[in-house]
Nanobody, 120 residues
Framework: VQLQASGGGRAEAGGSLRLSCSAS????????MGWYRQAPGKQRELVAV???????NYADPVKGRFTVLRDNARNSINLQMNRLKPEDTAVYYC???????????????WGQGTQVTVSS
């Protein structure tokens, strides 16, 4: 599985952006998919994650503003970001973890990252 992130760009505070992450193969085997971000000088942090059979989990700073959507038919996971704030400025990465079969090794793959810049 390879991931390709897109949709980043610039927005003003209060605006919206939608990030997309497309997988080269089926993501049905992924038991966890999510979005992370890394701001300059900071460690990478969780934004939102979807685990099989569970509701999405969001980081406190984005709760109520961001929505993660997984589309198995299109092999993609998207992040709708509303009411953006300057502190949302970061490089955003998508991630997928899973296993193709019980005997197969687990995979943990990352997209290349897409820049989001929010101006005040």
């Amino acid at each position: 599985v390879q991931l390709q992130a897109s949709g980043g760009g610039r927005a003003e505070a209060g605006g919206s952006l939608r990030l997309s992450c497309s997988a080269s193969g089926s993501i049905r085997s992924a038991h966890e998919m999510g979005w992370y971000r890394q701001a300059p000088g900071k460690q990478r942090e969780l934004v939102a994650v979807m685990r099989s059979g569970a509701w999405p989990n969001y980081a406190d700073p984005v709760k109520g503003r961001f929505t993660v959507l997984r589309d198995n038919a299109r092999n993609s996971i998207n992040l709708q970001m509303n009411r953006l704030k300057p502190e949302d400025t970061a490089v955003y990465y998508c991630n997928a973890q899973g296993q193709f079969c019980i005997e197969c090794p687990k995979y943990d793959v990352w997209g290349q990252g897409t820049q989001v810049t929010v101006s005040s």
